[in-house]
């Protein structure tokens, strides 16, 4: 039979200085705020175009053979994509702290971000005196008191709920998904219901937070697409959307029968032969509050867009930079003929993986797509990002087989090395798959390979992969956990040097220092059956024998650490995860939940649990004892310190506890 399957295209964007340009017209980004790519450009694996017309014609030519009886893939039943108010003032209980020269890292924590220096968007963020919080559709400010915290001002969103928010001064960029017709900028029905069936739409908040009390929107941008991610550097922030064609009034079959559907297909390719570059690219509509204005047009400079020449579907992957100590009402642009979710990005090297699309549903067996699968190739493109303005191109390289997350990518002293599986993440064919390491390096403008490692886990897929210095490790699991270290200091010649093999497995796995790092993941049984979670403490000074020195295990959890690392906290030498768990009682026939942040502690060669932070309830809580206690807004988002004290933050409050004592000394409700 055969099977409609969908791939999830992967791509990886990161964000490194740059600065925004002259304000956009309305008809679009002012010529020249695009990448320093010649338009006429081409190598081995992409191409450029000098003109609107030439970019045209590529969407037209690749959509053609594509287009079916219902439109393109992207409007049909086969395809997915992989992933306001006044202030609201509350009045503040003591006074808040002077701390204008706190030092992150030193007198409190931020982001846990994969490179340092390289800010990722969050649900929470501070600067060492001030909280900001993203909960429930709102953004909540706060600051640590005497007692504990107090809250300062709020913005309510009727219409939108941002999910991600970077912090620059007194300026913060709220991000995150709307729909066309749900609330976006059309004239007075910002809070009406949706009007039409809408399309996604990325909703871009400029927010001044001088006045703390008194939050104030200055501009608010939307443009057609999803949202992917955003990174922060020097003031300067990147955020990277996919869209989708729009626009596109499609005719559907007249009736049953093969030749309804052969005319409702001859139709379409004339809408597609028509269509015009508002079809492909993103559209923006920015409204400027500090001059009362409305601007709109193409967000994308036609000279901005680079193409694969390896097909990797219609989508249009957008880069947009702002400077945030100007504001969103400017900016410059870049993008990519291709879809993507991943990130990845040093200082002034901006690396962005794509792979070619594929209708999945034209093989007929199991075993032609592992055979087709076995071939995939991940192509990675890679900009120069060391000059202010929009990224320069340099060069492509390919890797085979799929990218599990942005710590898939790492570059050193020019080099840069890529783990990758031969089956994507979640395929019921994984069983045959294998995972490698490949290195390669810029000669000219390809990025060649210069030495791989293959064979790692068969039969399973990567579950987790951290690149320190000149050695790799790299997390497979099926059944057990084998950790992979692998020996980098040769690029031309990488080599597994150890393998350790523990039941269950590691998805995060976070840098220490003196040879160690912990592991975040699932405890599991001998057929590979998770029990709860799971820190582990590796020595890794001997590359060649790894061994896992101490473990702290807590039945029937989950931490969100698992899946995302920025819920992950590292503080001389203190760990702070969110922690969940429902857990069955035979003797008793009741379910109790637990949720808070487990607090352990690395001494040494020990990890020892020390409590687990419960914000609100002292222990597990009886499933029938629930009412008044919601656990999904108390279970914690994320934890910071500050100060020498501990706030776990979720969508109902804030709690604060003693990092020596761990005692509770606070928990204010929102």
Known sequence: MRRHLTLIVLLGIVAAACSATTSPPTTGPEPGTGPTTPGVFASRYVQGFAACDDLLDYYIDQALPLVGPYGLPGDGPFYAIAEDAAGVPRSA???????????????????????????????????????????????????????????????????????????????????????????????????????????????????????????EVLRRLWIDGSYVSSRLVDGVARVVLSSTPVGFDWEFPDGEGLRAEREAVRRNREIVKNSTLDNWLPYYVLEDETTGTTREGRALDCTSVLAPRTFSGLNTLSVLTFDLRTGIGSWADAGVVADGSTVYATADRLYVATQPWQDWALFETPDEVKDEASRFRSQIHLFDTSDPGAPTYLASGEVQGFLLNQFSMDELRGVLRVASTTAPEGWWWSDESESLVTTLERRGDELVEIGRVDGLGKGERIFAVRFLGEVGYVVTFRQTDPLYTIDLSDPENPTVAGELKILGYSAYLHPLGDGRILGVGQDATEEGRTKGTQLSLFDVSDAANPTRIDQVSLDGGWSQAEADHRAFTYWNGLVLVPYEAWKWFPEHESEQYDTGVIAARVDGDRLSLETVLRPVADGPVAVEELEGFDPWRWSPMRTIVIDGRIYTIANGGIAVFDADTFERVAAEKF
Do not use: C
Not at 119 to 139: M, S
């Open 93 to 215: 209980d003591g006074v808040m702290p002077q701390a204008a020269s706190a030092e992150p890292g030193v007198d409190f924590t931020g982001t846990n971000v994969q490179v340092a220096g390289v800010d990722e968007a969050d649900v929470v963020k501070t600067d060492g005196r001030r909280i900001f919080v993203l909960a429930d559709g709102r953004l909540r400010i706060a600051h640590p008191t005497a007692d504990g915290v107090a809250f300062d001002g709020a913005l309510r969103f009727d219409d939108w709920w941002p999910t991600e928010m970077l912090l620059e001064g007194d300026t913060l960029l709220l991000v995150g998904q709307d729909w066309s017709g749900g609330g976006g900028p059309l004239p007075d029905a910002r809070r009406a219901a949706p009007v039409y069936g809408g399309s996604a739409v990325v909703r871009i908040v400029e927010v001044d937070v001088s006045d703390v009390a008194r939050p």
